[in-house]
């Protein structure tokens, strides 16, 4: 698949899944505008995309600074000369039992990965209308918002937020040949995910994913790089479970023990 031509900005791009997915986007020719809170990382992952012959840009950006969203989303497609693809990845996490969260955890939380990533969605798409692109949204949700799991009451609430933002979002985008798809990763092996999850964290996603192993970055980047391509152009309002099969999973037990 080739993306030579597009214009792509990737939120929360300098490190784990979203730098893998502007790597994978860069790789496959499009240019890449990556933004992150981290100026320091951003600007060393868009540097080092650059290095490899790719055009990519770093653009410093808090989500959490809603009013400033949209304006650095125009700014970052006017740079590129244009905007056919939006990767809505940033986001925060937290773990905690459901009595022991407070509002302001949920304030915070979805000040990020609900209020950010509409506001970038909204930015994006007012640009795509108003030049009449074809454009492919893309917002990564998680497998927390489609299962309960055990103290993610903030987090996993947020993520079910987006994928009914993306469904809703995917029938009004349609008209203007828009669409919006997400992907709800499971379990993937990134600094975060290898700070938060202790030993016991990780046996037991290692029992309930069938695969029977954590994912990669590399995995969600190439879902992501599936739907913003023209071979996706007939789907949207989907959620794409990249997951080792945990979303769809029931009881687990070995085949031996059904007899």
Wanted: proline share 3%.
């Amino acid at each position: 698949m080739t993306l030579r031509g597009k214009r792509a900005l990737v939120t929360g791009a300098a490190t784990g899944i979203g730098r893998a997915i502007a790597e994978r986007l860069a790789r496959a020719g499009a240019t890449v505008t990556l933004a992150d809170i981290e100026a320091e990382q951003v600007e060393g992952a868009a540097a080092a995309l650059r290095a490899r012959g790719a055009e990519s840009r770093a653009l410093v950006l808090d989500l959490a600074a809603t009013d400033a969203v949209g304006p650095a989303v125009t700014a970052a497609a006017r740079a590129m000369g244009g905007l056919e693809i939006l990767i809505n990845n940033a986001g925060i996490a937290m773990q905690k039992p459901v009595l022991e969260h407070e509002v302001r955890d949920f304030e915070r939380i979805y000040r990020v990965n609900v209020l950010g990533l509409f506001a970038a969605l909204k930015a994006a798409a007012l640009w795509m209308i108003e030049h009449r692109v074809p454009g492919r949204i893309v917002n990564i949700a998680s497998v927390a918002g489609l299962r309960g799991s055990t103290g993610r009451a903030a987090y996993g609430s947020s993520k079910a937020a987006v994928i009914n933002l993306t469904q809703v979002a995917a029938q009004e985008l349609a008209p203007h040949g828009i669409t919006v798809n997400a992907i709800a990763p499971g379990p993937i092996e990134t600094d975060l995910v290898r700070a938060m999850h202790t030993e016991r964290t990780r046996a037991g996603w290692l029992r309930e994913v069938p695969m029977g192993r954590y994912g990669e970055p590399e995995d969600v980047a190439a879902a992501a790089a599936y739907l913003v391509s023209d071979a996706a152009g007939y789907v949207t309002g989907h959620v794409l479970a990249v997951d080792g099969g945990f979303a769809s999973a029931g009881l687990l037990i070995p085949t031996a023990d059904l007899a």
